[in-house]
């Protein structure tokens, strides 16, 4: 099958990306060799809006179509030097492959004092990836993904309370601050209070 790549264009190219991430989830037994919805979400409104100061994802993502029109594959980055490729599997060669890394080589590796570096996710089952990135001189790094996965029939497990805890719904806008608070403290545990920039970037999220 031929496929066209060409960069990411407008807010409907978003929507189309929701909707192929969505079939691809479903044809892939919901393993996750792909992105959830969700992630693409708190990625585009959370890590590019507010992690890498992105004001838009023009620049960052990478379609491949189809004769139709139809999506084959999307590449992105989550943070700065490393890409993601979201195939469908119906479509999915080595070709494909080799020619989405070389892209991503080329458009989101970044520039260190020891030459340019990208880091590429991978599932360790995912023969055919790790072949070819092998093959290309990528070694493998430190940092691990994990997958959890339950059975959405069994009982849910009990999840003990510590004392002097409830637990809620999340309330409106109004609690914005004081979860943006806890958030930027739970991941800056070490920084003094005076570095704390605010809470508008919770609006995002």
């Known amino acids: 099958m031929k496929l066209t790549m060409r960069p990411y264009r407008n807010e409907d190219d978003y929507w189309r990306i929701r909707a192929f991430l969505r079939q691809v989830m479903l044809l892939n037994g919901l393993r996750e060799n792909s992105w959830h919805v969700a992630r693409l979400d708190y990625w585009r409104w959370h890590v590019a809006a507010n992690c890498l100061d992105q004001d838009s994802i023009d620049d960052l993502v990478f379609l491949w179509e189809a004769a139709d029109g139809q999506i084959a594959a999307v590449l992105n980055p989550e943070g700065t030097s490393d890409a993601y490729l ?44 790790l072949a070819i ?62 570095d704390y920039q605010g809470w508008e970037w919770y609006l995002n999220i």
């Open 86 to 129: 979201q195939v469908h599997p119906e479509v999915r060669t080595p070709e494909l492959e080799e020619e989405m890394l070389g892209f991503a080589e080329e458009h989101l590796a970044a520039d260190r004092d020891d030459g340019r570096k990208l880091v590429v996710w991978a599932n360790p089952q995912d023969a055919l990836r």
């Open 133 to 194: 990135l092998k093959r290309r001189g990528y070694s493998k790094g430190k940092w691990v993904g994990r997958q959890w996965r339950g059975d959405l029939d069994a009982p849910i497990p009990d999840a003990p309370i510590p004392p002097g805890y409830t637990v809620r719904a999340l309330g409106d806008v109004d609690e914005l601050p004081a979860r943006s608070w806890a958030s930027w403290r739970g991941f800056h545990a070490d920084e003094p209070d005076e």
